[in-house]
């Protein structure tokens, strides 16, 4: 295997609301581990519902509506989610009452988090406060929260998600992977040439990144 003094580049372009996000990323985060990788992830902002109002929705309903699914079919792919985050160390608490949410904010949150080195840990608290805990994230003081409790100042963060400061670059952002021709996440780009959509798993993720090793370019 090659080596090489610089550290792959990875693009990932997901949403806090995507649990195939979530697997995805500790997919990858073992295989970078397996292959001792070095490597920088940047994030980038992927709205899964644009439309969904502020106060967000049932998530269960939110599945029928959109994806015509049954309540079983729901139920099975519950399963498999809580499986498949389980085999990564990621714990999923699907309850009746789990919401589908508008993240505009939230992207707008990372943004300015991201500004002050912190995007990675505050996306990882997001993914853990909706998945893991419930917790209510079209509510804006629920996310200033989530923000103190990494080490962010918690009245400015509650201000940029109140003052819509960030939303024109977060809507730059998003246009921006649109015109890359990326339609769905989570999308994962290296060294910005090498696009692999989805969720691959431990196995996939590691065959990749001894590709890149061996023919970075």
Excluded at 84 to 112: C, I, K, P, S
Excluded at 152 to 175: I, N, P
């Amino acid at each position: 295997m090659k080596n090489s003094d610089q550290p792959l580049q990875i693009d990932i372009v997901s949403d806090v609301v995507c649990p195939w996000c979530i697997i995805g990323y500790r997919q990858l985060a073992e295989a970078l581990k397996d292959t001792n990788t070095a490597h920088e992830i940047h994030w980038h902002p992927f709205e899964l519902n644009p439309n969904m109002p502020a106060e967000g929705q049932n998530l269960r309903e939110h599945i029928i509506e959109k994806y015509g699914s049954s309540v079983q079919e729901s139920n099975e792919s519950r399963t498999r989610m809580a499986a498949a985050g389980a085999d990564v160390g990621f714990e999923f608490n699907f309850t009746d009452d789990t919401r589908m949410h508008n993240t505009f904010n939230l992207h707008q949150l990372l943004h300015w988090a991201d500004q002050q080195g912190h995007m990675h840990d505050l996306k990882q608290a997001l993914f853990t406060a909706h998945f893991t805990n419930n917790r209510n994230i079209s509510d804006n003081a629920v996310l200033a929260d989530i923000a103190a409790e990494i080490g962010l100042d918690r009245a400015e963060a509650l201000a940029v998600v109140e003052d819509q400061r960030f939303a024109k670059d977060v809507r730059e952002a998003e246009q921006h992977s649109a015109q890359q021709g990326i339609q769905g996440v989570p999308a994962v780009i290296f060294n910005g040439r090498h696009l692999v959509s989805g969720a691959q798993g431990i196995e996939n993720f590691t065959r990749i990144l001894k590709q890149l090793a061996e023919n970075p370019d």
